[in-house]
C-alpha cells in the first residue's frame, strides 16, 4: 500500500531554514513525478513544487522560487525540500504527493516564527 511520511518539520525564526523528507514506499518511486503541497490553517492546499521522476527537471510557484529547492534520491525511495529564507507565510502543514496518486500523508508542520 502507498505510503509517504514527511518529516522535518519545526519551528525556524524568520530568514532560517529546513529541510523536509518524504519517505515513499509502495510503489515505484523511481518512476513518479513528486510534488509538494502545503497548507495553512483556513486556506487551500497550495501546490510548493514538482520534481521530475529523474530528478532532472523541477518546478516551482513564484511565491518560492528562488528559495526552496526540491530534490529526490531514488536510491532512498526519499523526496526533499530544501527551504531557505523562510518567512512567516511560509508557515504552513507541508506534504509530499506522488503525480497521479490520490495519497497523501500526514504532513510536518513549518511554523516561522521569531
Known amino acids: 500500500q502507498v505510503q509517504l511520511v514527511e518529516s522535518g518539520g519545526g519551528l525556524v525564526q524568520p530568514g532560517g531554514s529546513l529541510r523536509l523528507s518524504c519517505a515513499a514506499s509502495?510503489?515505484?518511486?523511481?518512476?513518479?513525478?513528486m510534488n509538494w503541497y502545503r497548507q495553512a490553517p483556513g486556506k487551500e492546499r497550495e501546490w510548493v513544487g514538482r520534481?521530475?521522476?529523474?530528478?532532472?527537471?523541477?518546478n516551482y510557484p513564484n511565491s518560492v522560487k528562488g528559495r526552496f529547492t526540491i530534490s529526490r534520491d531514488n536510491a532512498k525511495n526519499t523526496l526533499y525540500l530544501q527551504m531557505n529564507s523562510l518567512v512567516h507565510e511560509d508557515t504552513a502543514k507541508y506534504y509530499c504527493?506522488?503525480?497521479?496518486?490520490?495519497?497523501w500523508g500526514q504532513g510536518t508542520q513549518v511554523t516561522v516564527s521569531s
Open positions: 504527493q506522488a503525480v497521479g496518486l490520490t495519497y
Open positions: 509502495g510503489f515505484t518511486f523511481i518512476t513518479y513525478a
Open positions: 520534481i521530475s521522476s529523474s530528478g532532472g527537471s523541477t
